[in-house]
């Protein structure tokens, strides 16, 4: 009697072991051939970029988390893009919570706050990489358009990049890590980047990005994925069918077009993180108020006016009500399965 009693306790103690060790086991992230893996199954990522900055200030706050969270998820979103990293476990647990992936960036010059110039990066992927909302590490983000800021010699960036990721190899060998390139990577950044597992682009040709992926193909086996793309809700001119002034319609068909076809050739690419989450009425003008203009590198090819207007480019807006580009993300991101 006392040694069936003893086996029962025994196996009991066991079975709540292994529940807890399963339920608390974290996803395995890892790179096979052209995808991305997530525990050995090929990892398409619907992904949006996420810095938000409320009405009246410059500075990212996560105040709005949750509702940002629901409104993610019902547009079918598993994958945010952040341009800094979040040193908060409340807000890396809550977005878990939500079965969301996050790709965190690194800048090179933060002012030594986890930056890669001071090296201090590596102590958050050491704080952080046990976390299971982790998908990938990414360093900097399109500095190939910015050599002055390297001494006007972007191998400068190029070295420190890539001894970057050799570090963080070493550190921490369960996620993979990339890089927010701008546009198309020549031989030279290829050449002198080896520890980068996954190529990230910002990508802004109109409202046909399909032909980047053959390019890709052509020059490297590694995976890639847009890091940016898409178009804002402001139309700087009337063009063709799209009206001067505010135009959700515009922003939509171009969202439409853009993510259709990068989902139509996942064999080469592994998703997209569309540019952006909210509106951000911190770029071009008062805080205070939403501003037209604003200006980035690269950004002729921003449909349907070659303007990136900086502070229209939300599915949502700054208040989270959602524009006519939240359905079409909706729409093709639960396409994807």
């Not at 529940?19 to 050995?40: A, E, L, P, T, W």
């Not at 349907?304 to 524009?323: A, L």
């Amino acid at each position: 009697m006392r040694t069936s009693f003893t086996i029962l306790i025994l196996f009991s103690i066991l079975t709540i072991n292994y529940s807890c060790n399963k339920k608390n086991k974290n996803d395995v992230v890892s790179v096979s051939g052209r995808k991305i893996m997530v525990n050995q199954k090929p990892y398409i990522i619907k992904g949006i970029c996420y810095h938000p900055v409320p009405k009246g200030s410059d500075k990212r706050d996560f105040s709005n988390l949750t509702q940002d969270l629901s409104l993610m998820k019902d547009a079918g979103i598993n994958t945010i893009r952040v341009y800094e990293p979040i040193d908060d476990v409340n807000v890396l647990d809550e977005i878990n919570k939500a079965g969301i992936k996050i790709i965190i960036g690194f800048g090179y010059n933060q002012n030594g706050k986890y930056d890669i110039l001071s090296g201090t990066y590596i102590d958050y992927v050491n704080k952080y990489k046990n976390h299971n909302t982790i998908l990938m590490w990414e360093l900097g983000n399109e500095y190939n358009y910015h050599p002055v800021w390297f001494e006007n010699d972007i191998k400068n960036w190029y070295s420190a990049m890539n001894t970057a990721a050799e570090i963080i190899h070493q550190n921490d060998n369960h996620h993979p890590i990339t890089t927010a390139h701008g546009e198309l990577p020549d031989a030279l950044a290829l050449e002198m980047s080896p520890n980068i597992d996954v190529w990230g682009m910002n990508v802004y040709r109109w409202d046909t990005p399909e032909e980047i992926f053959k390019q890709w193909s052509e020059i490297s086996t590694k995976p890639m994925y847009l890091s940016e793309t898409g178009g804002d809700s402001y139309m700087t001119i009337s063009k063709n069918t799209y009206k001067f002034g505010i135009n959700e319609k515009a922003q939509a068909d171009a969202t439409y077009n853009i993510l259709r076809k990068s989902f139509a050739n996942t064999a080469i690419n592994s998703g997209v993180t569309l540019f952006s989450f909210t509106d951000g009425w911190w770029k071009a003008g008062n805080n205070h108020t939403q501003d037209v203009g604003g200006w980035a590198p690269n950004s002729s090819g921003v449909p349907y006016d070659g303007t990136p207007n900086e502070e229209f480019w939300g599915i949502v807006d700054i208040d989270r009500n959602k524009k006519q580009a939240f359905k079409v993300v909706q729409q093709l991101y639960k396409e994807q399965q």
